[in-house]
């Protein structure tokens, strides 16, 4: 019944390490006109792709992550919420910036950013690559800023690493459906006692990252891990406004 | 060169009229499966997904989308940026809401949500069906929390109408790469003058929505469309407060 994409899809897991080569001019090629021809809101196309191949800016973009395989082997990319090319074309043609500081254009940004670092990535694996997806690129957004110089009206909001896997991961287990579609109207009549077993699946994974001990549970992760920020990441607030962005 | 995923991806085209039939059970099962292995931030898997099978209810979503396509032939699925589970698991646990409240957190939640939306498009595409991305339901998202009964803490992102599909479009013609993609910092030295024979090239496309007549330029569109809200878009800044989200 399967088709290979759907075999990708399924058995998607997140590679962290990578074998000590660089894409091909080629794949990188193939990588960006994916991104290019992906689905975008409205036509604007609000969605920039930046490939650091800069050594020094990917040293700096690593210790923002503060994630080892960042910037190491393979290569990275920065996928920009951007909303600064559409200022620019309504400038040149004599017009205010209308509704681009607007909080409903970020999100369609946000969107239009978020569908391509997917297809990127379904497109890199089905070529038989790997990848990890950056969100810690937010942990110094302002950082990112400088880094990337990035004009108003745009964010640096997720980063890719992509490279030949060099492991080969278990796949990590979710929450069953059932706690996640609804039929109709969303369903909140659900109890810790309800996730036992799925916190049984999860305590028996073993990450990769630490190879010798096994993973918390899943509600244990929700108790420990969202107590507070970690990083920068409660400016993000501030950043988005200083850059022009969600104003209103 | 090209292996099948790629070849989906390079030629997606949006679908917006589909054959008077539904998926079936299995077909949605499938995509609900690809929704849940999609990668999620931290693994706090941040997103619900709502089949909207009631025809009243999505004779209303039509009416807030106004696009008569939409929860008309094939299937509607609203995708919902989801905190409410995890902040209900730490409550059960007698913790405070931590940092679900903040924009940073929101933002995850919204990247889970557009990833899996990605992945079900890629998904069903494979499967011979067509897919049309639903912005419009953020026309009015305070509408739309009401009749799916969504809690605090989500937010209904994008809609999907997911069918076999009764029209074949054009590739619409997209900004040509170097204005996308920068190697190591963004790059802003374009004007008009550089997209004018891509205006051109977008001018000729016929889009069948409207098959009588050409599309206007790039440029065009973005003088024109950009200038105010429409519906209840600027509220939205309003309704993610209220549903307790981005409060820092």
Redesign the interface.
């Given at each position: 019944m399967e088709?290979?994409?759907?075999q990708?899809?399924?058995?998607?897991r997140?590679i962290r390490a990578f074998k000590a080569q660089t894409l091909t001019a080629e794949q990188v090629q193939?990588l960006?006109?994916?991104?290019?021809?992906?689905?975008t809101?409205?036509?604007?196309?609000q969605?920039?792709?930046?490939?650091?191949?800069?050594p020094q800016?990917r040293a700096q973009i690593r210790e923002i992550t503060a994630q080892n395989y960042v910037g190491a082997n393979g290569d990275l990319f920065i996928f920009?919420a951007d909303l600064?090319?559409?200022q620019?074309?309504?400038q040149?043609?004599g017009?205010d910036d209308?509704?681009?500081h607007?909080?409903?254009?970020f999100?369609?940004a946000?969107?239009d950013t978020?569908?391509a670092?997917?297809?990127v990535?379904?497109?890199a694996e089905?070529?038989g690559l790997g990848c990890v997806?950056l969100?810690s690129v937010?942990n110094d957004a302002q950082k990112m800023i400088e880094?990337?110089?990035?004009?108003q009206l745009?964010f640096p909001?997720?980063g890719l690493q992509v490279g030949i896997p060099n492991q080969e991961p278990q796949?990590?287990p979710?929450?069953p459906?059932q706690?996640?579609?609804?039929?109709?109207?969303?369903d909140?009549h659900?109890?810790?006692d309800d996730?036992k077993d799925y916190d049984q699946v999860v305590h028996t994974y073993y990450d990769l990252r630490d190879a010798n001990r096994r993973i918390d549970t899943?509600?244990h992760?929700?108790?420990t891990?969202?107590?507070?920020?970690t990083a920068k990441?409660?400016q993000?607030?501030k950043v988005?406004h200083q850059q022009g962005l969600?104003l209103?």
């Open positions: 088709n290979s994409t759907l990708l899809l399924l058995q998607r997140t193939t960006m006109e994916v991104a290019q021809h992906t689905a809101s409205n036509f604007w196309q969605s920039s792709f930046i490939h650091v191949t800069d800016i920009v600064y090319r559409n620019q074309i309504r040149e043609k017009l209308g509704v681009l607007n909080t409903d254009l999100l369609q946000v969107e978020v569908l670092i997917q297809n990535t379904t497109a089905s070529m997806f969100g937010q880094l990337l110089k990035l004009p745009t909001l997720l796949l990590k979710r929450l459906l706690f996640r579609t609804f039929e109709n109207s969303y909140y659900y109890h810790l996730l899943f509600t992760q929700i108790a891990k969202l107590s507070q920020s990441r409660d993000i607030g988005l969600c209103k």
